[in-house]
């Protein structure tokens, strides 16, 4: 089946330092992925659409300039977390859309838990 | 706009019960529907999906859902569950304007808590 990997699988950075958080598609190639954030005991909240070769799109809300994504290739999509502060800490989980799948088919990966101290 | 709502923030089991997990939706527009399945620290996996035809569909490990368009409901179900049941649950629709993005939007998830 396909797989969708993220690395690190967690991460802790110091208040004001930036993290890059991997999405990778492992054995299909995805135009499109989408970045999610998960608080403890909630929902998923899309934070943006990340497409391949063209900027990403963000939900309202979603400061563009703190959480910079970057879709350079058909199988790997980075969430950069500016200047990171304690609030920035949170689950965050990436999915991918097969090219050549359904448009409603989506693979998850396993998530990055990032702890801003 | 879409908006999902799952009716039961907990449900507590016991193993070999059935079960059912309430999800309604509200969309102006035509929507496709999913649960999805999350163990502890885990990314998401597919349960199952409505996407047209009959109302009832099944999914991996013995679930089943019904969709009901008055209602705007697609509430999930087991006959029978497993101690390995124990995860947390999303039901999630992706609207479909124009060509269909793919965008998700996810309830705020039932924890189902089967005890033996």
């Known amino acids: 089946g396909a797989v969708v990997s993220q690395h690190p699988s967690w991460v802790i950075c110091k208040s004001g330092t930036s993290v890059k958080i991997e999405c990778r598609s492992l054995?299909?190639?995805?135009?499109?992925m989408f970045w999610y954030r998960q608080f403890p005991k909630q929902s998923l909240m899309l934070m943006a659409t990340?497409?391949?070769?063209?900027?990403?799109?963000?939900e309202q809300g979603v400061e563009k300039d703190k959480f910079l994504i970057n879709h350079a290739s058909l199988t790997l999509s980075t969430l950069t977390v500016t200047s990171a502060h304690p609030e920035d800490s949170s689950f965050y989980i990436c999915?991918?859309?097969?090219?050549?799948?359904?448009?409603?088919?989506?693979?998850f990966g396993p998530g990055t838990r990032l702890t801003v101290t | 706009a879409q908006s999902v709502t799952q009716l039961d923030s907990q449900v507590p089991v016991f193993e070999e019960a059935p079960v059912e997990l309430r999800c309604n939706y509200s969309?102006?527009?035509?929507?496709?529907l999913f649960w999805y399945v999350q163990y502890p620290n885990q990314g998401l996996q597919l349960l199952l999906k409505?996407?047209?035809?009959?109302?009832l569909v099944k999914g991996i490990n013995g679930f089943e859902a019904e969709f009901n368009k008055s209602q705007t409901s697609f509430h999930l179900r087991k006959p029978s569950v497993h101690i390995s049941d124990t995860a947390e649950y999303f039901c999630?629709?992706?609207?479909?304007?124009?060509?269909?993005?793919?965008?998700?939007?996810f309830g705020q998830g039932t924890t189902l808590q089967v005890k033996p």
């Open positions: 999630a629709v992706s609207p479909l304007v124009g060509s269909n993005t793919g965008k998700l939007i």
């Open positions: 969309s102006s527009v035509s929507v496709y």
């Open positions: 999915s991918a859309r097969d090219l050549a799948g359904e448009t409603y088919e989506q693979y």
């Open positions: 990340s497409n391949e070769g063209s900027k990403a799109t963000y």
């Open positions: 409505y996407l047209s035809g009959s109302t």
């Open positions: 054995d299909f190639q995805a135009t499109t």
